[in-house]
């Protein structure tokens, strides 16, 4: 069985792994996900249409968080029996907000906005063609957080 | 020069989960704008249909739709989809041929049949659709976005569930008797903060069900109106549909990212506070101008964001209006006197009307049951998916 990227070319894969966003060479904005404006600036003040590759910032801070108590609709391929997830926005250095399912084992309990999130890559599927991963937000704890509370 | 249109006649078909076509609903309520305006529909020489996206090739031509249904007689047709802001739009597009000298009097009709439980996105693989994707990789479902901003305001201003609660046990009251609200019941808070958590810290309650309905605008021009002898009739002041700024830094539903504000810089104004900004400034009034606000609570805390969006009070200060009584009919700013979504359910393409509806009878002073006194302006605002979203000012 293999893991493969549920989406081909938004993150990396291995010890570091960060989400791939893209950015304008001309006016250096950064876009994620990386097929945003299909090869043309949206920034309105900008013409450019070559773009580069770009590793995000794989540490962020919470935007805000929730959590899915519900099965969600497909597409979504829940696991069997369904369990339910947190969610996390987290606006990164690059000056962008990026959603995504938090770390398996943190709930909403563990999240507060304005706290810090690690990226991580995790199975969000599995099917007869191995485990299908997804870029994930990890909170983070700093030792002695607790005693900050 | 005067920019304003005429509201003539409105009408609605209660909202509901009837199970029928959404053009009998449209017909029935374009009927009674008609009949509300007493113009005969052979006088109508254009048709605006707010698209319903759900319901096949007649959703899809909407305008035609309605015209067909109610007897072809010739008039010019529009179709408009813009996600929650349709009705909006619909009634932009009608608004402009009249004040361009090329219309006298238009019906804008938006109706919908809508499915159970979540909105799902349609069906089929679709690897370029941020509408997609979201549920596909994210299981990211329309009330998820709504407990983010939710939850933002629990963490940034000290909002709690209770207030939530307290935002659905107020429109439950407003809406108890009006005739088009699907749901006149009473709920308590414990009712709210009782039922099942869909997404933390959103329970079932706080958040708005979907629902078949339709309204309908009669608008003429000014000069039209006159001939019709109606005095002193509502008018349409503004209609916004700006689109947001770049960058859009507000996390928007379905997108899976915001825009960077690193090279652009942070915008002057989110883009829910564009919306009313636009209004107010094409209509030349303020907030402070304003008697009544029929908002989008797509949940019970989207409505104290709304508030604040259309500058009502300061930002992270809905709650005290709130506690205070201000947003209840009665008090300094009643909010959502109709009962809101917490009373109707959406119906995507009918929402946006069926708000100036509702704004209409409360400055002609017949929202029996639930009439704020004395109203002479009102606003509206909405929101929807890919940038959509949209804010009418009415006034006698």
Known sequence: MTATPAIEGWFTTGAQPALVGTRCTTCTTVFFPPTAGAGFCRNPACGGEAFEDVELSRHGVIWSYTDAQYQPPPPYVPRAPYEPFALAAVELPEGLVVLGQVADGYGVDDLRVGAEAELVVETLYTDDQGDHTIWRWKPVVEMGAEADG | ?396
């Open chain 2, 1 to 396: 020069m005067s920019n304003d249109v005429v509201v003539a006649g409105v009408g609605m078909h209660p909202w509901g989960k009837w199970g029928r076509s959404f053009v009998e609903y449209g017909v029935h309520a374009a009927r009674a704008a008609l009949t509300d305006a007493a113009v005969d529909w052979r006088d109508v020489d254009l048709v605006v249909g707010g698209e319903t996206v759900r319901n096949g090739y007649g959703g899809y031509v909407a305008g035609a739709t309605f015209a067909q249904a109610l007897g072809w007689n010739g008039a010019r047709v529009a179709t408009s989809y813009a996600a929650c802001a349709t009705g909006a739009q619909a009634l932009d597009t009608a608004r402009a041929r009249i004040l361009a000298g090329m219309c006298d009097v238009a019906l804008v009709v938006g109706a919908d049949t809508t499915p159970k439980g979540f909105l799902a996105p349609n069906a089929g693989e679709r690897w370029d659709d941020p509408d997609w994707l979201r549920f596909r990789l994210l299981g990211m479902t329309n009330p998820a976005y709504f407990a983010l901003y939710a939850r933002r305001r629990m963490d940034l201003y000290g909002a709690t569930q209770e207030d939530f609660a307290q935002v659905k046990v107020k429109n439950a009251r407003h809406g108890l008797s009006n005739p088009y609200a699907r749901y006149r019941k009473e709920v308590s808070a414990a009712d709210v903060l009782g039922s099942a958590v869909v997404s933390d810290p959103l329970h079932l309650l706080d958040i708005c069900a979907t629902s078949d309905g339709a309204a309908a605008v009669v608008l003429t021009s000014v000069e039209h109106a006159r001939k019709l002898g109606l005095a002193d009739p509502v008018r349409v002041r503004a209609i916004s549909t700006v689109t947001p700024t770049f960058p859009n830094t507000v996390l928007d539903m379905p997108n899976l990212s915001t825009d960077s504000s690193a090279v652009a810089g942070a915008p002057e104004r989110t883009f829910k506070e564009s919306i009313a900004h636009a209004a107010y400034e094409e209509a030349g009034i303020g907030p402070e101008d304003v008697g009544l606000a029929e908002v989008y609570d797509l949940s019970t805390a989207l409505e104290l964001d709304w508030i604040e969006d259309l500058g009502l009070c300061r930002r992270g200060e809905a709650e005290t209006l709130l506690r205070a009584g201000d947003t209840t009919i009665g008090g300094r700013i009643p909010v959502n006197p109709s009962g809101g979504l917490a009373c109707f359910g959406e119906a995507v393409p009918a929402q946006a009307l069926a708000q100036v509806c509702e704004v209409t009878w409360q400055l002609r002073g017949q929202a029996a049951g639930r009439q704020v006194e004395g109203a002479r302006v009102g606003i509206t605002a909405n929101q929807g998916l890919f940038g959509h979203g949209s804010s009418v000012l009415l006034s006698r």
